[in-house]
């Protein structure tokens, strides 16, 4: 079976503060994909990044960065020095090679960035 | 710039009266997909089409079907609405050569049942 926990449901912090989600994952599958979402109040899901499973490289971009281990199955993402418009909620999910590209989502943290 | 449109952006009906969801998508993707998401959840799989092949997911409600005319549109319809169908229903595309890509997902309906 697979599945994703996010353990955070919500998160304020204060504006400039760096903040950290957590994601952990399971799957029995060796090829999969890993993602996060960024979802504002207008609802849209906004792609931020896709890795493979073969591929533990952290990435940077920009604020945001992103910490793969596949010793401890979790896939965390840091936003450093954090903004009002950082605000949204944010989900972890999972896509296993094996089905027909269905997203498995984790719960979602809810980001509250004060200025 | 290539992007998945949903209309409405926000839709109202009655209890059992049906109603449509438009999505369409200039990303010339082969793989279009469906999701509910009620308040305060996860987004939730109903169905795709790879191509022109439908696919559901077992727990989807027979309530809800699917329609995809051409590679650049497809519909959601509720056949009868109720209460409990209150939610935002997101589209998404991808692309699936050897492998599947990335999903991109459109702004939502959200719909509201009176």
């Not at chain 1, 906004?46 to 896939?75: A, C, H, M, P």
């Not at chain 2, 998404?92 to 719909?111: C, E, H, I, M």
């Amino acid at each position: 079976a697979q599945k994703v926990t996010q353990a955070q449901t919500e998160i304020s912090v204060v504006e400039k503060e760096d903040v950290t989600l957590d994601c952990v994952y399971e799957t029995r599958d060796t090829t999969y994909y890993l993602f996060w979402y960024k979802q504002p109040p207008s609802g849209e899901l906004v792609f931020l990044i896709r890795r493979n499973s073969f591929d533990e490289q952290n990435e940077i971009s920009g604020r945001y960065s992103w910490n793969f281990q596949k010793s401890t199955s979790s896939f965390n993402f840091t936003i450093t020095a954090s903004q009002v418009v950082d605000s949204a909620v944010y989900f972890c999910a999972l896509q296993v090679s094996s089905n027909t590209g269905k997203l498995i989502f984790g719960q979602g943290t809810t980001l509250q960035v004060k200025p | 710039d290539a992007m998945v449109i949903q209309n409405p952006r926000y839709q109202v009906t009655q209890f059992g009266k049906p109603v449509t969801l438009s999505c369409s998508q200039t990303l010339n993707h082969n793989v279009m997909y469906w999701y509910q998401q009620k308040s305060s959840q996860a987004p939730k799989l109903l169905f795709h089409y790879y191509d022109k092949d439908f696919n559901n997911e077992a727990d989807t409600p027979d309530n809800f079907q699917s329609r995809r005319p051409n590679t650049s549109f497809c519909f959601l319809d509720i056949r009868s609405p109720g209460l409990g169908d209150a939610a935002m229903y997101l589209c998404a595309t991808s692309r699936k050569d050897r492998v599947l890509d990335t999903q991109y997902f459109g702004p939502g309906t959200r719909l509201t049942v009176l």
